[in-house]
Nanobody, 121 residues
């Protein structure tokens, strides 16, 4: 099994910055893609950004140029640096990964519990 634990959420004013982190732990053999999703009240969960094990990134159009995803493969950690945040970035941010781990036949998907990020003046 794989556990994902997010941290770093909180409240920030529009135009400010926020950084969220996610650490994967457990009986992990390898981690492929790591990503951040978000879910705002009344909206569906959406992909914010993803990063492969070799560093290729993908971003939602709404965050391009403002958010940066990065990872530390040695520490099984993924980060999301959010700059120039807007009120519409307010959401619960979920960490997601595709990994090979004990108890998983091939590759499995895992989710964190989420961390709240609120952008408000």
């Amino acid at each position: 099994q794989v556990q994902l634990v997010e941290s770093g959420g909180g409240s920030v004013q529009p135009g400010g910055s926020l950084r969220v982190s996610c650490v994967a732990s457990g009986s992990i053999f390898s981690i492929n893609t790591m990503a951040w999703y978000r879910e705002a009240p009344g909206k569906q969960r959406e992909l914010v950004a993803s990063i492969t094990s070799d560093g290729r990134t993908n971003y939602a159009d709404s965050v391009k140029g403002r958010f940066t995803i990065s990872r530390d493969n040695a520490e099984n950690t993924v980060y999301l640096q959010m700059n120039s945040v807007k009120p519409e970035d307010t959401a619960v941010y979920y960490c997601y990964t595709i990994a090979k781990a004990r108890g998983c036949y091939s590759t499995c998907q895992y989710w964190g519990q989420g961390t709240q990020a609120t952008v408000s003046s």
